[in-house]
């Protein structure tokens, strides 16, 4: 440490020994963080002014709720998602997001994603099957489902979105089967009148993601997987704000005049003894 971090370290410092030694992981990743940002402050000599630009920003985005969630997915998850799953072996692993909401309706076959009476966008079938990393069928397998309306919005998030509408989970067949009626997600843009939007303004960022549909997967004998799958033609599949698309997780949509269009992925979890 610099004579001048230890100084601005013990300044802000009050841990008593009970504490430290209940909380040493979280003592020593706030230490690495506070001596990055004293650091910046220092190397870029960052005004009152601008000090007090950011805690106002910071003050305006804790006051909007989902703010500061969205803005740490933005900058932060993929490198999250990348240290945690990189080797971990079958499908890729993807960013959870903001919007995920637990224990989604329960559907029924013939599964249909849950939705309000004339639900807008293009239908869409999706199939595909969930296998473990050894090729086995996993019957059973709990599959939970969620995405953006047609007008790129989330339920129970978005208030003219119906509470659980575009969320559902479903379980495959004995063969590790699954078959899924909704409708094609389209490229959409984060919040625009929030603090993330006015921070990627400052930066020159665009706020778009291309169209996707989330998943976890889960199933007793393998890893569970979140994840995300994109689709080919989407014009931000390469200039995703949040940087998130993974080659091996964009399909290709089949379209026809007289059917629904239709895609299909097959799903591998990694079997629990695995890396």
């Known amino acids: 440490m610099t004579s001048a971090f230890r100084r601005d370290y013990k ?8 504490e430290t030694s209940t909380n040493t992981r979280l003592q020593v990743i706030f ?22 630009a950011a805690t106002a920003w910071l003050t305006e985005a804790g006051a909007q709720g989902y703010e500061i969630p969205l803005m740490l997915d933005v900058f932060l998850s993929q490198t999250v998602d ?3 799953f990189g080797a971990q072996g079958g499908t890729e692993s993807n960013v959870e997001g903001p919007f995920y909401v637990p224990d989604a309706q329960l559907l029924e076959r ?14 869409l079938m999706f199939s595909g099957t969930v296998s473990s990393t050894d090729g086995s069928p996993l019957a059973g397998a709990m599959v939970d489902v969620w995405q953006a309306s047609a007008a790129g919005e989330y339920s129970n998030f978005h208030p003219t979105c119906p509470e659980g509408n575009l969320r559902g989970r479903f379980t495959t067949d004995d063969l590790g089967r699954f078959e899924l009626e909704t ?12 603090a993330t939007a006015k921070l990627l303004a400052g930066l020159g960022r665009h706020l778009i993601r291309p169209g996707h549909i989330h998943f976890k997967l889960s199933h007793p004998t393998c890893r569970s997987l979140t ?17 998130a698309v993974k080659d091996s997780l964009i399909v290709g949509l089949v379209r026809s005049d007289d059917a629904a269009t239709r895609c299909s992925y097959d799903f591998v979890l990694a079997s629990r003894n695995e890396a």
């Open 11 to 18: 300044r802000n410092s009050a841990i008593t020994d009970s």
């Open 31 to 52: 230490t690495d963080v506070l001596q990055s940002l004293l650091g910046i402050i220092r190397r870029h000599q960052v005004t009152w002014e601008e000090y007090r």
């Open 82 to 84: 990348d240290v945690n």
């Open 110 to 123: 013939p599964y249909v994603l849950t939705q309000r009476e004339g639900e807008a966008g293009e239908r």
């Open 183 to 194: 409708i094609v997600p389209p490229s959409y843009g984060i919040p625009d009148g929030g």
């Open 227 to 243: 994840t995300q799958i994109y689709f080919e033609g989407d014009p931000y599949i390469d200039a995703d704000v949040v940087g």
